[in-house]
């Protein structure tokens, strides 16, 4: 039994840093993917919302005959219009508010313009 050699199970240093590295890689590519898919839905939410909201007050005003105030009170009120409560901006929170001349949702109108 003297030419026999012992051998152990396991992962060499070298192997390990090539795992490691990999995944380094695979994680380099796949966070920015789901930050921008992030971005992508609260832009589309805050859209979605502000599309509900104009078609709410337009409702609101041919219903009563008046325009809903500008902080949208009136309409969070009713729980007609929406039962779980007003939406509010997904990128700020704030609540949505009213142009008091054209009866539209302001502010959110772009990109970088998020703040009601």
Do not use: M, W
């Given at each position: 039994m003297a030419g026999r050699r012992i051998t152990r199970g396991g992962f060499s240093l070298v192997e390990l840093?090539?795992?490691?590295?990999i995944?380094?890689?695979?994680?380099?590519?796949?966070?920015?993917?789901?930050?921008?898919?992030?971005?992508?839905a609260k832009?589309?939410?805050?859209?979605?919302?502000?599309?509900?909201?104009?078609?709410?007050?337009?409702?609101?005003?041919?219903?009563n005959g008046s325009w809903p105030a500008n902080d949208l009170s009136?309409?969070?009120s009713d729980a007609n219009y929406f039962p779980n409560?007003?939406?509010?901006?997904?990128?700020?929170?704030?609540?949505?508010?009213?142009?008091?001349?054209?009866?539209r949702v302001i502010g959110h109108n772009g990109d970088s313009d998020h703040s009601p």
């Open positions: 840093l090539a795992v490691v590295t995944l380094a890689l695979l994680a380099a590519l796949i966070l920015p993917r789901v930050s921008v898919d992030n971005d992508t832009k589309k939410s805050c859209n979605h919302n502000r599309t509900e909201i104009n078609i709410t007050v337009e409702q609101y005003y041919l219903s009136d309409v969070a409560g007003l939406p509010t901006c997904p990128f700020s929170g704030a609540a949505y508010r009213l142009d008091p001349t054209t009866h």
